[in-house]
């Protein structure tokens, strides 16, 4: 008797040079959405081994930064950081205790677009396969 699935992965191997049939990990949103934060945490620098930093979309409208920072105590500092995206701008808003909410300009906005711009190239390169249409900017 035939066995149809032997036959099938050694042609796959043949003309793909994959096996066709390995089953792949299932991309759950959550998992695409980890994936994707941990590209957007690199876009500012290497991580440190006592560092933890994430930058991502949410949605439309909201952006998130993310840090983590364990001293030598094993104390742990962090800062989160909500973009939310008004038609009249981009509002910051802070975990930190005493740091204002307020719509960002100058240098910090420029740096907001920036990575934005970058984080969009990687991860539709890195996780999707697909090449930015503007590679200028996407870096």
């Known amino acids: 008797m035939i066995n149809k699935n032997k036959i099938i992965k050694s042609i796959s191997k043949k003309i793909f040079k994959s096996n066709l049939l390995v089953r792949r990990p299932v991309l ?3 998992k695409l959405k980890a994936k994707e934060s941990e590209i957007g945490g690199k876009i ?27 001293d030598s105590a094993g104390i742990i500092k962090s800062v ?9 701008g981009i509002l910051r808003v802070s ?11 100058g240098q910090e906005l420029d ?6 711009e970058i984080y969009y190239g990687r991860v539709m390169r890195e996780i999707y396969g697909i090449e930015p249409t503007d590679s200028k900017k996407h870096q």
């Open 80 to 88: 989160t950081l909500h973009y939310e995206i008004h038609p009249n």
């Open 44 to 70: 500012f620098g290497p991580i440190k081994p006592n560092e933890r930093r994430e930058f991502f979309n949410d949605n439309q409208r909201s952006w998130f930064f993310h840090q983590e920072i364990t």
């Open 111 to 116: 740096n907001f677009i920036s990575a934005t």
């Open 28 to 30: 759950t949103e959550k």
């Open 95 to 105: 975990s930190v205790e005493g740091v204002h909410n307020e719509f960002i300009k």
